[in-house]
């Protein structure tokens, strides 16, 4: 009878243990009755006897149900015991079933609301290899007002000035496939290993009103549909052990002989990855090829990365990856420490270097992007060290974000300078929040370097690698969310994803360009949670050039004036499953042109067949991701 007890609480234990606790008058006892016969025999067997499976044996425990789709089971039922076994075997510790509840529906594989094999709940070999399918939709609209040229090949016969209907329609269509294979647990710890491959097909459509817009030959016309297949994650990781018996002294509280109680682990990744170099994406922000060594040490406290990167080529109208390699070179390596001076704020220090080779590159739409179609067109070399200091977190109810980079370097051929150049350049972000139960409000400032004297030997205007940034309003902000181009100058005046007015022919494939006006952006923006499914988000910008010297040397106009625009923006969030597996975003932005802005774009041109004559710029977008 002892022996029957301790059974009956060794199995509910064990629910407990696996945190499958449900209400008392739903848990399903095993009767004493029918652990009679497992007792007796186990009482009564000798060495080598067969001991009947649990399941056939507890008529109770066949009851049980697993939740979710747990697939097959890949581990081999154990039918031999000895006769100091008294416990009741259970082959699979993630198969052993539960009460009958309705939270725990027996679910679908096509279900991924529930546990479910092909989403890393139950392993698919063993009891540690997980395998993870993700499948994602991601579609894009977009209906914007820029400023766009014309020339003698204009679309409207007679039309008499220098630009032309800035009217656009874009839609971008993703359909990107995961497949992720690991090796561990599923919470606690990293994984041992993980192989991660994410294929992505996009289709994309662009219709202008001007010719020359969307290819080079202007018999293309005004609209351009385009497909491309590409990597945006092929890569192996490896876990290489605890970061205190690979870096002895990095030793943290509790670490004996090279072993870490807190998990503190190193890992490498080798492949085409992701990488953030920090919070906002303000340095470089990109799936790219590279090497990744990452970990964290002292009870995860710190957290490091060492990452190289050997840059591909991407696709001019997709954006995703090519096979193509091209010549730059990016090392990254920066250090996190959690709860710097108080709990809730993490510090980060940063080095980047980007070496960026000679090299000639057309895109797919026939325009020259390396070198930029300015100066002497000459293939040239940047090399620039990035040393920055960031912070992200919260003092009591105030967040804060911040960020401050210095920039080092040589340009062996200036485009617009003409000449060799050294870099000496600065940007400063900083963002400021507060929360009220369900409204945040934020002010914030950001601020990159402008070069006031062009033609010198020193280019002191600050642009990045390969940025994604996130500040000031983000993808509801015009000047952040759309690309302007300078008419027939060949360079962009700021590029999608960017408050950098950078002067470079392509974000994605021009090389960076540290000879530009820079930009001052003060920013007013607000948050609410208006239900549990939708978030209404609003931003107002003022922005302001730095220095205008070097648009006046290449517009070749006399004055151009400080003021760029105002610039304000409105966008929801919603999320109709209380889930990220749906999520559909809207917005509508302007700006409405300032002096300065108005200098470089306003035409003389009056009458029935002008453009836009810089009226103000808009745009109206739908986003829909959704994920199985």
Not at 227 to 243: K, N, S, W
Not at 309 to 326: A, H, P, V
């Amino acid at each position: 009878m002892n022996q029957t007890r301790r059974l009956v609480a060794l199995i509910v234990g064990w629910g407990m243990w696996l945190g499958c606790s449900v209400p008392a008058q739903n848990l399903t006892t095993v009767s004493e009755a029918a652990l009679a016969p497992v007792v007796q025999e186990a009482q009564s067997r000798q060495d080598g006897a067969r001991v009947p499976r649990t399941a056939d044996a507890i008529p109770e425990l066949r009851e049980l149900t697993v939740p979710g789709a747990e697939g097959p089971s890949s581990v081999e039922p154990r039918s031999e015991r000895r006769d100091s076994d008294v416990g009741v075997p259970i082959e699979d510790r993630w198969r052993i079933g539960f009460p009958e509840w309705n939270r725990y529906e027996k679910g679908s594989i096509l279900n991924p609301y529930r546990l479910n094999v092909l989403k890393g709940d139950y392993p698919i070999l063993g009891q540690h290899t997980f395998l993870v399918l993700t499948f994602e939709s991601i579609t894009f609209v977009d209906g914007r007002r820029t400023p766009l040229p014309q020339d003698i090949n204009a679309r409207r016969p007679g039309a008499a000035e220098f630009f032309g209907r800035g009217g656009q329609f874009l839609n971008q269509q993703n359909f990107v496939t995961s497949v992720e294979l690991f090796h561990g647990d599923t919470a606690f710890k990293p994984p041992d290993w993980r192989i991660k491959f994410t294929p992505v097909f996009n289709l994309n459509y662009l219709a202008v009103r001007e010719n020359g817009i969307v290819n080079r030959d202007v018999r293309k016309g005004t609209t351009r549909f385009d497909t491309h297949i590409g990597f945006q994650e092929a890569f192996a990781e490896v876990r290489l052990g605890d970061t205190p018996r690979l870096f002895p002294f990095l030793r943290g509280r509790g670490s004996r002989g090279g072993h870490s109680p807190f998990f503190d682990s190193t890992s490498l990744r080798v492949g085409v990855q992701q990488f953030n170099s920090d919070f906002r994406g303000l340095i470089f922000d990109d799936f790219n090829l590279g090497a990744r060594l990452f970990g964290n040490f002292r009870d995860n406290k710190w957290q490091f990365n060492a990452a190289f990167f050997y840059m591909l080529e991407k696709d001019t109208n997709s954006g995703i990856n090519t096979f193509d390699q091209r010549n730059q070179r990016v090392w990254v390596a920066n250090l996190y420490r959690q709860d710097f001076i108080k709990p809730g704020y993490t510090m980060q220090l940063s080095v980047h270097y980007n070496d960026d080779q000679p090299s000639i590159k057309f895109d797919q739409n026939r325009f020259l992007v390396r070198p930029a179609q300015v100066g002497p067109v000459t293939p040239h070399s940047v090399k620039a060290g990035y040393i920055g200091w960031t912070g992200n977190g919260h003092f009591r109810r105030l967040n804060i974000n911040h960020a401050f980079y210095q920039v080092l370097g040589r340009d062996s051929l200036q485009p617009i300078a003409g000449r060799p150049t050294r870099i000496n350049a600065q940007l400063a972000a900083l963002e400021l929040s507060y929360d009220r139960d369900w409204q945040r409000f934020q002010v914030s400032g950001f601020f990159s370097s402008g070069d006031a004297n062009p033609t010198d030997r020193v280019a002191r205007g600050f642009d990045s690698i390969l940025d994604n940034q996130f500040f000031a309003g983000g993808e509801n902000s015009f000047w952040n969310s759309q690309e302007i181009r300078l008419t027939r100058a060949g360079v962009a005046l700021v590029t999608q994803g960017s408050l950098i007015p950078s002067l470079r022919s392509s974000k994605l494939q021009g090389q960076a360009n540290f000879v530009n006006p820079g930009i001052i952006v003060a920013n007013l923006g607000y948050e609410a949670n208006l239900t549990p499914k939708l978030k209404l988000l609003a931003n107002l910008n003022y922005l302001r050039f730095h220095h205008t010297e070097s648009l006046q040397l290449l517009t070749f106009q006399r004055r151009i004036r400080n003021n760029v625009g105002i610039d304000y923006g409105v966008g929801i969030v919603y999320r109709p499953l209380l889930s990220e597996n749906m999520i559909v975003k809207g917005g509508f932005s302007v700006m409405n042109p300032l002096d300065g802005f108005k200098d470089i774009f306003t035409s003389n041109c009056s009458g029935l067949n002008c453009g836009a004559q810089s009226r103000f710029l808009f745009s109206l977008y739908a986003k829909a991701i959704f994920t199985f």
